[in-house]
């Protein structure tokens, strides 16, 4: 017996639970009239009339009971039921407070109230999320973890050339996309579309969906933005160019036809010859000043590139400092770093930084310091001045702009793309506190050589 009830409880329903409990709660009082009804002085039919009614009173208040509490409970089950399926628009009555029952129901119609709100604001983020994906001009697709596409949006059918419904569910290998998924997750690609080739912004990441893994992939066209880059290069190059040239050829122009009128004199003055040796002289100083600037043009469109090697960072910067003898430069040391660059160029790059930096404190007897410093995954060389300042920030990287009288503006541009050729930074700003200003160098520590394709 002992063995029988558990398996019992575990097959009986709840709603045979709720059943039982109502039936067994009126065992008592009913078995307690039934003894006393049959014991007592009462006809035969009297005693099964009253057993019959007290029975009947019995069964129907205690399925009255349970039709009541299973009522209840199968309302509750649909509300969480139609809250599953998404369907909102279900409340439950008698949701009211200060019943345990009603508190019940009056939580579930916050929870489907709630639910309701936070489904519109999805819908609504969707609905933005797809608007946006099929006007913007980025291509966009998404793959799961075997590389089969699940997502496009416009400008992806129109880069592969087809439908939607056509390219959904095949391998990127297929669409040609096998290789925009390898490598480093950005990157730019030469690659030929559905006939139309050109230089491709390429943006990979993760994310989960479902659980799964997928992979997001962007690509962006580069050759009008690159096209539109290169024009407005070409025009400031022409200006600068021009303006470069007019500056030497006019006063060459005017000085030839003053030598000329003076040659075709009749007679001609006693000094003429004083004159002509004047005149002549400026022409050969513009033409100087003419192929200066033309070998700084040319130092600027043909750097070579960085030949990889053991650099000892401090190393080199004191021997950039020996270098400097107008003034004495204050040395912050930091740690000893060994780091995969071109020493040549490098040491050029703070050869710029230092002059400029030593020209800016001369003016205002300043001094001049130097340091480097080393952080998590790169290490900065730092040179501030106490000069004047910079007055134009946004012209410093401007090729052959420059404020000294005797300057060509060559210096920070090769720099920077010294700076840049090793994966760096170069920025140069006036310092936020005294005056003067600020050169700073950022370049990695680590998978150099990698970043630099060697």
């Known amino acids: 017996m002992t063995e029988r009830t558990p398996i019992l409880k575990r097959r009986l329903t709840h709603e045979g639970r709720i059943t039982f409990v109502a039936v067994g709660a009126g065992v008592p009082a009913t078995a307690v009239a039934l003894i006393l ?3 007592g002085d009462f006809s035969f039919r009297m005693q099964w009339t009253l057993t019959l009614f007290l ?3 019995w069964w129907g208040f205690s399925f009255a009971v349970r039709g009541w509490v299973i009522s209840r409970l ?6 969480l039921a139609a809250l599953r399926e998404g369907d909102y628009s279900f409340r439950a009555r008698d949701a009211r407070n200060n019943d345990p029952l009603g508190e019940v129901m009056l939580e579930v119609n916050t929870l489907g109230e709630t639910l309701r709100e936070q489904r519109l604001e999805t819908l609504e983020a969707t609905n933005l999320l797809h608007r946006v994906m099929a006007e913007i001009e980025v291509a966009i697709f998404a793959f799961d973890e075997g590389q089969r596409l699940r997502l496009v949006n416009r400008a992806g059918e129109r880069l592969l050339g087809q439908a939607s419904e056509r390219v959904l569910g095949r391998r990127a290998e297929k669409l040609g996309l096998a290789d925009c998924l390898r490598g480093e997750p950005v990157a730019i690609l030469n690659k030929t579309f ?10 990979r990441s993760h994310f989960r969906s479902q659980g799964l893994p997928h992979q997001l992939l962007v690509l962006s066209d580069l050759s009008l933005t690159l096209r539109e880059e290169e024009r407005f290069a070409w025009q400031r190059l022409v200006r600068v160019l021009g303006h470069e040239l007019n500056n030497s050829l006019a006063p060459i122009k005017s000085i030839s036809g003053s030598l000329e009128r003076l040659m075709l004199r009749k007679p001609r003055p006693t000094d ?4 002509l040796h004047r005149g002549l002289e400026v022409i050969r100083s513009r033409c100087d000043s003419l192929n200066r600037f033309m070998q700084a043009y040319t130092s600027l469109a043909r750097l070579p590139r960085p030949k990889i090697g053991p650099v000892e960072l401090g190393v080199l910067i004191h021997r950039v400092i020996g270098l400097e003898t107008r003034l004495p430069i204050i040395l912050a040391a930091g740690p000893d770093l060994t780091i995969q660059a071109d020493g040549d ?19 205002t007897q300043g001094a001049v310091r130097m340091g480097w410093i080393k952080k998590k995954d790169r290490f900065e060389v730092w040179v501030e001045d106490e000069g004047p300042g910079i007055l134009d920030t946004a012209n ?8 000294k009288p005797d300057g060509l503006g060559t210096g920070l541009v090769l720099s920077r793309q010294i700076a840049e050729a090793h994966s760096g930074q170069l920025s140069l700003e006036n310092r936020k506190t005294g005056h003067g200003c600020e050169a700073r160098l950022y370049l990695p520590l680590e998978q150099q050589e990698r970043a630099l394709g060697g």
């Open 396 to 403: 410093l990287f401007v090729p052959f702009y420059t404020t």
């Open 74 to 79: 199968r309302t509750l089950s649909n509300l």
């Open 194 to 203: 559905a006939g139309k080739s050109g230089r491709w912004g390429v943006r």
């Open 37 to 39: 009804l049959w014991a």
């Open 272 to 275: 003429w010859e004083e004159d």
């Open 55 to 57: 029975c009947l009173i």
């Open 345 to 363: 160029q490098l040491e050029q790059l703070l050869i710029n930084l230092v002059k400029n930096a030593v020209d800016a404190a001369l003016e």
